[in-house]
């Protein structure tokens, strides 16, 4: 029993990363209908920055507490301003253009942003400093639950009610609903659809730096591929949960992370993402638009 | 003259990504040394090359809106102008036979390395005519092609490695296999549309690669299989050199049956199936036209090229491993089909040439060769949305001669 | 309105044509031309650059002294990214520009695919970094040498010592699923099972760049395992670890060549102290070896990379060989590299008939206090 609760621990602090990371795919989807191939590049920037920025302060002698507010600050900004500017760059031109023209461009941005950062900083990885320290009184459980996994799951936990709260009460997540419902009719009752778009890419971006942080200080390194991977599960786990609805796709992560965890723990980790993928289809066959998608209406 | 407007605003923008790259290009830290290395001459760079960019671009959006707004009157839907031309006779027959000429006699022209990279590009060619089938033309968003470029090569390492079959044996049946697990994928998946029908495809390239990488006991795992056969030419040994010479020339014939037969099926009524299926899949289906089997047979057929040029890549390379069919293979190969012009055979051989070609001849940039070819993907799709060559369909218009004569 | 096949052709025909028009480069010169292949970027530049590093030190010490015979050395580096079939475009491309020797390539696979071509071209090829045993044991590769020992060896080295000296029953087998890594893992879980001292409590792979180890390491846990043995490289190495050490486990954790590298020490941290690994005998106290390292922190500010003595020896090793021959004839090449033993930072080495270099074997390190020591 022990060893299921503590698969199940680790699969959920593995799908609560995933999901950090697939709100900002499932975000942009739901609104442009774009699968933001770089979005795991802007997770990547995150980690980096906060990685930079954390490292100065440290060598200048700043508190730990301090460190982690500053470099998560720092990380959300740099990333959301990365967010945006890719965006403007790379998406915006081709609101009009056939289908695949943002996918291709979103894929030459997301080798584009990993080179930039292998060139500006290096390809070898570096030591994440450690952000979470071991609280004492975690350390009874702490061969189950870390502390990091617990702050992973608290802040998971707290980003999806404070973006929920975000999505339903405020002026712009109702924005940002009537812009993925009918864009045209957005802008005729007067919503900024260029803003909405912007402030939903600085919005994921921010979420996928914080992810970024966490992760990169979970696992004590960082290299400039790292975005990669975990972008493509990200995006599995969006899909999975129903592109385009955001407890879907916290959903659709949480079930990937402990069916890993599960199929590594019981099975062989050799086959762990061949199980993931095979969720996927059988998933996606049983139910064509993820476990809680909303299916599409056609339109004759 | 140039307006200070725009001057301001490239002010502003250098501003903005002297700002953006401020972490990232400045700060260098050294965590082990605990050192911090200031390196405020990039912030200087790109501030200066920011500024520099934006106003060019300016400039060219400037002129174009110039221009486009002087030729108001003929900008209606032009054919290509590349198009145009091959529709003439007079000029498509001596360059035809001007490439032909040029294709046979390239390697006798250029280096043994000119024609091996000439002979990866032309392989690609094919690979993207055959993704261009069930993407450009059939409209399905495939991220898993590789898969079936695998299912090609491994078949021939592993056939010639158990039975020692040959090369030209394997040729068919690699292409066959292929196909038959097009199918296999294709059955449950094509009820999916659109971008989960994408991710799916992506998840089945990647668990064929993982298989490949975990079987041992059927693919040798990692380490790959080496020393497979060239192609034999009737039995005759032969060197290196006219080895690679004499893939060209397969490839070479490889790539005009494959432009025949896709340019046949273009015309042909299964052709038009999957035009009407990727415009609207409703209204096709109320046309009578079986959605399932059309598609199936877009997906197969699009597999069986990859497993074609699969048994060569086996055999050029005469070593494979799972390393080489990773998702970046397939983003490139559907990156050729869509920077080409999608459905437009001569878009797609544009587009292999350049994205295969370009990387190799940007080796003098070394380092910077990826983030050059992320930055090229990113402009051409900015700039030009359609591809190089779009694909528009043939139309008749009544043409007033005084438009035309400007 | 017909659009005829014979059309098509010619579009086809057309499009070939424009992209075929790039000149072919090729000088022949007085030069002695020593190529470096390898993963130059991509997720494995960073074992392919300090190669790249080592070359260039090496090669302006020979010019600086007037270079081999009188004959300037002169540098062709070519990006492999480790990948075969662009191995194979890289080959080509420095067999067309007239390479005499190639220090490369670093990845097995990539190695294997490459040296065919060379094979045919009468170009010798040393690797810093190719152990798959296949490539000298197989004998198919007669023109390969390398400056690293084999997997097997290394294994041997690991096993041994997990069994022997650590007195391991239970040894979990992990591998990160790469050719370097599971090929190494199979050889030493071969090895547990024919030693009849220890079993096999566990063999497999992690994904590597997978967001999370939790799942593999609790397992490890589980099945009582007193030892982990990993074949693969730092990154997952250390991730595993660190990981272990989060979930308060402490059995030994022996490793490889992958990661016996300070880069591990310094992405692991404190979690690395007690980490074995195998490696190349101890050169700290080579001369050849400082020397190389300070050549290396003069020119480029900062500590040499992973494989850095090995390439560093291997280009010493093949110019030194070169100057001894008298010529670049492949032949005669082999011969020097056979018979005339060279200082390099791996020691005083020369090659066996099947290219294994001699004088290269493995020992085990432990980490301590921050730096990889000799076990005693």
Redesign the interface.
Known sequence: MD?FI??F???L??GS??ALIALGYTMV?GII?L?NFAHGEIYM?GA??S???A??LS?YGFPLLSIVIIAGL?AAV?SS??GF?VEK??YR??RK?????????A?????????????????????F??LIPDFPFMEPV??IV?S??LVILVTTALVMIGLTFLIKFTKIGKAMRATAQDKTMAVLVGINVDRVISATFVIGSALAAIGGML?AS????I?F??G???G??A??AA?LGG?GSIPGAVLGSLVLGLT???A??YV???????F???L??LI??FK???LLGKA?T?K? | MFPVKELKRSALISLWFAFLTFPIMVIKVNPIERTVDWRWDNMFFIALGSFVISILAKVYLLRKERLSGRKKVIKVVNEPFVHRILREPRFLYPLCLAVLVFAVAFPYFFSTYQTNIMTTALMYVVLGLGLNIVVGVAGLLDLGYVAFYAVGAYSYALLNLHFGMGFWAVLPIGGLFAAFLGILLGFPVLRLRGDYLAIVTLGFGEIIRLILENWNDFSSGPSGIANIPRPSFFGMDMNFESGIIYIYYIVVALVIFTIFVVNRLQDSRLGRAWLALREDEIACQAMGIDKTKTKLIAFSLGAFWAGIVGVIFAAKTTFVNPASFTFLESAIILSIVVLGGMGSIVGVIFGALILILMPEYLRALSEYRMLAFGGILVVMMVFKPDGIISNVRRSYRFKKQSTISE | MHFGLKKKLFVATVALGFAMAIPAAGIAGDTIKLGVAGAQSGDLASYGLPTVKAAELVVEQYNAKGGINGNKVELLIEDDVCKPEVATNTATKLVTDGVDVVLGHICSGATKAALPIYKEAGVIVMSPSATAVDLTKSGDYSNFFRTIAPDDAQAEAMVDFTIGTLGAKKIAVIHDKGDYGKGLAEIAEGLVKASGKAEVALFEGVTPGAVDYTAIVQKIKRTGADAVIFGGYHPEASKIVSMMKKKRMDIPFVSDDGVKDDTFIKVAGDNAEGVYASGPQDNSANPVAIAAIEAHKKAYNEDPGAFFENAYSAALALLNAIEKAGTTDSAAVVKALQTETVATPVGNIHFDAKGDAVGVGFVMYVVKDGKYVVVE
């Open positions: 060893y503590e698969l621990f680790g699969g602090t593995r990363i995933y989807y209908g699968i920037i980096f920055t990685f930079i920025i490292t100065v060598i720092a740099w301003a990365y500017t760059l790379a031109p081709l253009a056939p289908r695949l023209a943002p996918l291709i461009s894929i030459g941005m997301s080798i584009f942003l990993q080179n930039y950062v292998l060139l500006a900083q290096t390809s070898d990885f570096l030591p400093p450690e702490a061969h870390g990091s996994d992760i979970h696992i004590g390194q290299n591929y790292i990669f991977i975990a493509i599960k995006f599995t899909v592109i890993e965890s599960f590594t723990g062989s980790s050799d086959y762990e993402d061949v993931a993928f095979s996927l289809v996606l066959i064509p638009s993820g599409e056609k004759v």
